[in-house]
């Protein structure tokens, strides 16, 4: 089984002996190399990797912050010149440790672990029944912010970021995200894509008028392609009557 990655870091002679060390190993498939934590995050939006190696002390974004961002399936090996990171490494359960200068036997032997990792949890997945989840960690204002799904009102994308709504009547959450990748983690019985730059929380509607779902005193424009989706989801709902 052949593993997809990317190299992450801010050293272009790093990232060049990496893309060498990945060319020499066949079961290893670049996606692509970064030179910073932000770029290759927006690259992973659209995008499934099995594996990073990346990088831990970076300008904007660090390796470490990137890890906790990054889907479930997705796993990381850290490169480093700093051995005091291995403590936090294993702290985000990182596949394995290389610190550098990387020798290609080092390299190769943490990438067959990671691997036989992944093809596990490959293989596991697949006879497992999915777990429900209930919340989401969102990187906001320099740290990691869990939302539950229950408290979220509705979504509204701004071309690279979102802004989730929540039902306490604070700030909407910031966070450098797109709409898609979050729609996929969101569950679809609860969340409605309603506009291009709309999600709502079909939970949490009060009514809907004149093309618009309204949410406290929030008013939701409906887009004409979504509308049937929108309206098929509430098919079991009391507000279901169009005005």
Do not use: W
Request: charged content about 25%; proline content about 4%; hydrophobic content about 40%.
């Amino acid at each position: 089984m052949n593993i997809t990655c990317i190299i992450v870091d801010d050293e272009p002679l790093a990232v060049q002996l990496l893309e060498a060390y990945v060319r020499k190993t066949p079961f290893l498939e670049l996606k692509g190399s970064f030179s910073n934590g932000k770029e290759a995050f927006a690259f992973l939006q659209d995008n499934e990797v099995d594996l990073l190696f990346s990088d831990i002390q970076m300008p904007n974004l660090s390796g470490m912050d990137l890890s906790r961002m990054l889907p479930e399936r997705t796993r990381v090996i850290f490169t480093t010149a700093f051995s005091n990171y291995a403590i936090d490494g294993y702290k985000v359960h990182a596949l394995g440790y290389l610190l550098k200068p990387v020798s290609y036997v080092d390299f190769l032997a943490a990438a067959k672990h990671a691997q036989e990792e992944i093809e596990l949890q490959k293989g596991s997945a697949a006879t497992q029944p999915e777990k429900e989840v209930s919340s989401i960690f969102v990187k906001s204002e320099y740290k990691l912010q869990k939302i539950e799904f229950e408290r979220i009102l509705f979504i509204e994308g701004l071309k690279d970021y979102v802004k989730i709504y929540l039902d306490d009547g604070s700030a909407p959450v910031l966070t450098l995200m797109r709409m898609k990748n979050l729609e996929d983690q969101l569950p679809r019985s609860t969340f409605v894509r309603v506009h291009r730059s709309y999600i709502v929380n079909i939970k949490k509607i009060d009514a809907i008028e004149r093309s618009r779902a309204l949410i406290g005193e929030y008013r939701i424009p409906i887009g004409e392609t979504y509308e049937q989706g929108l309206y098929s989801a509430l098919s079991g709902s009391s507000i279901i009557s169009k005005a």
